[in-house]
């Protein structure tokens, strides 16, 4: 029911470099590339929800991945799907987030001038970014399911597209992806976030039991687990029957209307909301700085290092690094501040943020 079409199984396989498969296969070889990459050990220090959180309970971005990786699989393994590309996805798909989560995201698609998101900055990531401006050289496969997660869109069911979609140059997102791994992987985060974003809020305060409507906790559940089981049980269901992936019409009305709850009581809470804020003066503040500093040194890359400051050192070393890769694209300076600052973690960026508080340079 869910067979690749005969004409687009090699491109699925395909690299943009092409190289010799190993032992492990090529889906496989592309999660130890995504685990071994900088930008995922990077994960375990940005937001999920709730801002710079020092409760080790509360869910971090990297914890995000391997639910969506762990909830794909399943489903695949169900519908009898191939269970490595969506694990390697799912590990994949927020390699491009910002610091501070969907507030941070939405600051620098404010500031940059490159229509920010974090699915398609993933993408640039893991083929531009990475090792040196060389990227990871995954499949086309992953890297389709990785642009075109979109877990925040509220669908009842999801088609693959009729033809791949062309990853190059990409300005916005896919419609669909070219892969029902693709589809699983969407789907997917969705019913990675739900549960655990109710369970976090709690914990944080900002909600309480009661607070969660009686008819969402009859129907999907009132804890992470009872969320997720209800939800991956419906998707396999639902998606062996009708031939796409999806939720029952039935358990989708509150699906919606859980992600209303979470969007008017979790997401605009004013704990969040007064977090919001400050991420967001902190990241414009950056922004202003690193400005500045490239307006100033250019690619002149002694004088980064020449005045002892260690923040400016180290943007001009980033630059440095992926100097090819900007010179081949003719990058301006506002795509090379975004990188940057979209790579940083939370934590770094408060870092930066004090250290130019201090120097007095916010540029406000």
Known sequence: MFSIPINTSKILLSRQKQRNEDIR??????????????????????TQVFF??????????????????????TICRALGLNTEIAQAAGLGHDLGHAPFGHAGEKTLRFLSDHNFQHELHSLRVIDKLENKGKGLNLTFAVRDAIVSHCGEAIEQFIDISKAPNNLENLKRLPKSPSTWEGCVVRVSDSIAYL??????????????????????KMHIGQTNSEIIKTLVYDVIDWSDKNGKIGFSPEIFKYVTKLKKFSREKIYQNPKLKYWNHYSDFVLKSLFNYFKDIINKYNFNFDLYSSNNSDLESKFGQFIESIFERYQDEHADNNRIITDYIAGMTDTYALQCFKYILSTGTTGF
Do not use: W
Request: charged share 25%; proline share 5%.
């Open 25 to 46: 296969g090529p889906y496989f070889r592309d999660q130890t590339a995504i685990i071994h990459a900088l930008a995922f050990r990077r994960l375990k220090h940005k």
């Open 52 to 73: 710079a959180p020092d409760n080790d309970h509360i869910c971090t971005r990297i914890e995000h991945s391997m639910h969506v990786s762990s909830i794909s699989a």
């Open 195 to 216: 549960g655990r974003d109710i369970e976090d809020a709690m914990t944080a305060k900002c909600i309480t039991l009661n607070d969660i409507p009686s008819d969402i």
